[in-house]
Nanobody
Framework: QVQLVESGGGLVQTGGSLRLSCVAS????????MGWFRQAPGKEREIVAT????????YYADSVKGRFTISRNRAGNAVYLQMNDLKPEDTANYYC????????????WGQGTQVTVSS
């Protein structure tokens, strides 16, 4: 069974930076893409950024463009999110997810890591 483990969340002031990491463990699996999602209290989960394993194509939500950068390792089993110029509205629980090859959607999820940005 594959597990995704996130790390790097925490409390930071407005304008600060954090780097989230997500590493897959367990039996080897092939990913089509990996990504970061977030959910704030009382809000629906939203996509933050995604990256394809092959080719490295990226996608960013408009709200984070220019501030966040997603990257991955060569093996395709780890993904990172560099978050700069953080704002209070970035406060949320951030989840790592993977879309297996052959899957129509993100089908493996981590437990989440909390990011809190104080004003």
């Amino acid at each position: 069974q594959v597990q995704l483990v996130e790390s790097g969340g925490g409390l930071v002031q407005t304008g600060g930076s954090l780097r989230l990491s997500c590493v897959a463990s367990g039996r080897p699996f092939s990913t089509y893409a990996m990504g970061w999602f977030r959910q704030a209290p009382g809000k629906e989960r939203e996509i933050v950024a995604t990256i394809r394993t092959s080719g490295g194509n990226t996608y960013y939500a408009d709200s984070v463009k220019g501030r966040f950068t997603i990257s991955r390792n060569r093996a395709g089993n780890a993904v990172y999110l560099q978050m700069n110029d953080l704002k209070p509205e970035d406060t949320a629980n951030y989840y790592c997810a993977a879309q297996n090859v052959g899957s129509a959607d993100y089908n493996v999820w981590g437990q989440g890591t909390q990011v809190t940005v104080s004003s």
